[in-house]
């Protein structure tokens, strides 16, 4: 035990009260983060449901779930690795536009790119003879092209780091390139892979709007389609799928591990493609030429379309960009929204989870991660029965405005939060200190030293959470108030009722702020960060 | 104001591992002290226990008629005035050199003056507009003490703050501070692992090995007088000499040698190098020729161990010519068995 104190204003007593509070805090927000898993686990459990999960109509679904979930993952891992690797270390025409180029479908919602690619193709589409695709295979593509970057930004930034010492080490000790790739580079950029692939693997288990639209019943079209019908199966396989979740999250948490890369002062080793070099060139450039232009292309040219057409019943061009305007500012408020509230409510807990031996901290941070596998479809059914069937005073707060930021910000908090511990652990103790030995008291710390310092990093974590809502529809669509359109919604009302000149106007509004949002909170950090070698 | 320092049986373990055991020390008001020790040694953990950072499992922390630390009490850092420099610094990154140094100074009318006052003290008045990031390490430094100064601390505590400098530069900004720091009359405890700059900036040196204080003194007393081998070897070059008694002096493979202690057979006779000098022809041989320009130092076989001699002159000898290893007079120490 420490000295006892008799003044009320020392050390220890101080250390004591500091600590209560974001304990506190942080053990109420791991609680609420768990809360509506845990209600969907009890009401699943004694609605006895769990038995129509063994039935037949629960396993295909899953089946096919996990057969789309690990055929993307797989290729997002050939796509992503294979352009990171030519981003960063070989001497391909134009490798710093490519570096970021190759980040850009991030900002593509998976609902946009799957809308774009059913009017692009088929029967009164741009290209009349192709067939219009669906199901397993229309999915697939457009799930790799929205996700790889998941992939790519990951091992981008571990080949950069990746000190060129140990490869020069292993060519001088007499490996050949294969086996240098393979006994050096490999290993190097597993953890970014395995980490990558695994969020990709998440990301379509939870993926609604692209099965949606391509026809493809996963377990997540399932479940929206069964929530109002069959309440008990709706619960029962959002269970399973969240099961599903968490166990693929709890892997990668294992897998991801790695080895902290040390810093080289030397840039990394770039290799030379010799003859290949424009070809390769040809095919990266018409690859991310095509998935970065032709959405807009297609959207364009179909709103175009409709609103020149003669005789046309479609409002003009400036009534429906007059229509983009109560969707869009809709989105970018919740979205700010959210973001702010993520950032500023998880703060305690980033504060706890940064220092090394908190428990709380450790809890509050599982909890946070484990909302973010939740596919963001069941995580907002929980919460619908939850609140539904709560008092009156809860029950009210069904389809409003804080009820849709409240799941938001469990759904994404997971963004803020890593964010924010990085932030709080990367400011060194020394400054805290500084500002004690003269004479600043805790709050003047965290006004002059704390928030100036860290506050920029809990800013661009907020920001993350802001682009994932922009790009958010599941949840959108369960809980938005009547009346509440975001772009997202919009498009996807359009894309059901085959609206093709909406979808077209609105999916360009989307991306547009999606891009600049991803410009401005992503890739521009990253610039600063894994600049190409020279 | 300026009080004494008192640190009386401070005592620590993190685990089971003893960090500190026992250490007492006292800093007269006005005087500096350097705090010498290898690193992992405790000097650290003293410091950051008398600025607060940390607490003693035991012992008794005071400035003045203060008590900051003991068995029931455990005064806050914020509330204890003494001044912390640092090892690089710790300026805060997002203000500027002013900004830095009116921190500690509540808002008032004075505390611009001051600031411009302490400032000039350090001779950056015209730095005061600057963020850290525009300064040199040197300027830094200066920066950081006159951030330790301006809120008036009673004691002034400096973690190795000139050990990221440059050798050159590290010797002028040492200078200018501790000069400084001497007109100021302020009590200062001054934290190195480097013996040269303990003691050129100490009137007192303590010098601390495994958690204790194994001696304390001035920097002529601890260089001449060593209480034993290690440290004679921690403070600069020895030669340890075999030795018997003999006539109240030391006989040894070099010749007789006064001592300050009593010797006994199997003593060992500490002789600085400077304290030796050659003669040609006899049973050693020159083993290496190190010339420095203001001196030179000699490898010198033959006598058991391998004797190290310092002359201030240029080389006389070659490697593997033959000479004489003779005492030139100076203090000699010897350490028992």
Not at chain 1, 270 to 281: I, K
Not at chain 2, 290 to 303: C, I, N, P, W
């Amino acid at each position: 035990m420490r000295a006892v104190s008799k003044s009320p204003r020392t050390a220890a007593w101080q250390a004591k009260a500091t600590g209560a509070l974001p304990k506190t805090a942080g053990a109420l927000v791991g609680l609420l983060f768990l809360s509506p898993l845990a209600y969907l686990a009890i009401e699943a459990t004694r609605a006895g449901s769990l038995s129509s999960i063994a039935e037949a109509q629960a396993i295909r679904p899953l089946l096919r779930s996990l057969l789309l979930a690990t055929a993307v993952a797989t290729i997002t891992v050939l796509v992503g690795t294979a352009l990171a690797w030519l981003a960063t270390r070989s001497d391909i025409p134009g490798r710093r536009i490519l570096a970021v180029a190759a980040a850009l479908p991030l900002a593509i919602p998976s609902f946009v790119a799957a809308a774009a690619l059913r009017a692009a193709l088929g029967v009164g589409g741009l290209i009349p003879w192709l067939p219009r695709p669906s199901g397993f295979w229309g999915a697939l593509v457009v799930l790799v092209v929205v996700t790889y970057p998941y992939v790519y930004l990951p091992v981008a930034a571990a080949l950069v780091t990746t000190p060129p010492d140990v490869e020069d080490a292993a060519r001088l000790l007499g490996d050949t390139p294969y086996r240098m790739v393979r006994s050096v580079i490999v290993p190097q950029i597993r953890p970014a892979t395995v980490s990558g692939a695994l969020i990709v693997f998440l990301y379509v288990l939870s993926d609604f709007g692209a099965v949606s639209l391509m026809r493809y019943d996963t377990l997540t079209r399932q479940i929206y389609s069964s929530r109002l019908a069959d309440t008990d199966t709706a619960l029962a396989l959002g269970l399973l799928l969240g099961g599903l979740a968490l166990a693929a999250a709890t892997v990668e948490r294992r897998l991801s591990r790695s080895r902290a890369p040390y810093n080289s002062a030397r840039k990394p080793r770039s290799y030379q493609l010799g003859r290949t070099r424009w070809p390769v060139f040809a095919v990266v450039a018409s690859f991310l030429g095509t998935v970065i232009a032709a959405p807009a292309v297609v959207f364009l040219v179909w709103w175009l379309r409709s609103s020149l057409a003669a005789g046309s019943t479609y409002p003009s061009l400036a009534e429906s960009l007059a229509a983009l305007v109560t969707p869009g500012l809709n989105t970018v408020v919740a979205a700010c929204v959210a973001g702010l509230s993520a950032a500023v409510l998880l703060l305690p807990a980033a504060y706890l989870a940064a220092g090394r031996e908190s428990r709380v901290g450790f809890f509050a941070s599982t909890a946070i991660a484990s909302a973010f596998a939740v596919p963001g479809l069941v995580l907002a059914l929980a919460v619908v029965y939850w609140v539904v069937q709560a008092p009156a005073v809860v029950a009210s707060l069904y389809q409003t405005f804080p009820l849709l930021i409240l799941v938001y910000v469990l759904h994404f908090g997971v963004q803020s939060h890593r964010t924010s511990v990085a932030a709080i652990a990367g400011l060194p103790r020394k400054y805290r200190e500084a500002a004690r030995m003269l004479g600043a008291g805790r709050f003047r710390r965290f006004a002059t030293v704390d928030v100036p310092l860290i506050g920029p990093g809990v800013l661009a974590g907020g920001g993350l959470v802001l682009l994932s809502v922009a790009k958010e529809l599941p949840a959108t669509l369960l809980l938005a108030p009547t009346g509440f359109d975001t772009l997202a919604t919009r498009v996807w009302n359009a894309a059901e009722g085959g609206f093709l000149g909406d979808v077209g106007v609105t999916s360009l509004g989307l991306l547009l702020l999606s891009g600049t949002l991803t410009w401005v909170l992503v890739l521009r950090p990253m610039q600063r960060n894994i600049s190409p070698a020279d | 104001m300026t009080s004494t320092l008192n640190i009386r049986n401070v005592a620590k373990k993190f685990g089971a591992a003893p960090i500190l055991r026992g250490v007492s020390l006292e800093v007269p008001a006005g005087s500096t002290c350097a705090l010498l020790g290898p690193s992992g040694c405790g000097k650290t953990t003293l410091l950051r226990m008398i600025a607060g950072l940390e607490q003693p499992d035991h012992g008794e922390i005071s400035v003045g008629r203060r008590v900051l630390t003991d068995r029931s009490t455990a005064i806050a850092p914020e509330q204890r005035r003494i001044g912390l420099v640092f090892q690089d610094g710790a300026l805060f990154p997002h203000l500027t050199v002013a900004e830095n140094v009116g921190y500690g100074l509540p808002r008032s009318k004075e505390a611009g003056q001051r600031t411009a006052e302490v400032l000039g003290l350090v001779e950056l008045e015209e730095y005061a507009d600057r963020y850290p990031d525009e300064l040199s390490g040197g300027q830094r430094q200066r920066v950081a003490v006159a951030r330790a100064l301006a809120p008036r601390p009673e004691v002034l505590l400096l973690d190795e703050p000139f050990s990221n400098l440059d050798a050159d530069l590290r010797e002028r900004v040492r200078h200018q501070v501790m000069e400084l720091l001497d007109e100021l009359r302020i009590t200062t405890l001054f934290v190195t692992h480097d013996q040269e700059e303990a003691f050129v900036v100490g009137g007192r040196v303590a010098v601390m090995r495994r958690g204790q204080i194994i001696q304390q003194g001035s920097p002529a007393e601890i260089y001449d007088h060593p209480v034993d081998a290690w440290l004679a070897r921690f403070v600069g070059e020895a030669n340890l000499l075999p030795a018997i008694s003999h006539d109240g002096a030391a006989l040894t493979r070099v010749g007789r040698i006064p001592t300050a202690s009593a010797v006994e057979h199997g003593s060992l006779v500490m002789v600085r190098p400077e304290y030796l000098q050659l003669r040609g022809g006899g049973e050693g041989v020159v083993k290496s020729v190190d010339f420095f320009g203001h001196d030179t130092a000699y490898a010198v076989e033959g006598y058991g161990e391998t004797l190290t001699i310092r002359e201030l002159r240029a080389p006389r000898f070659g490697v593997g010519d033959r000479v004489s290893v003779a005492y030139a007079g100076g203090t000699a120490v010897a350490f028992p068995a």
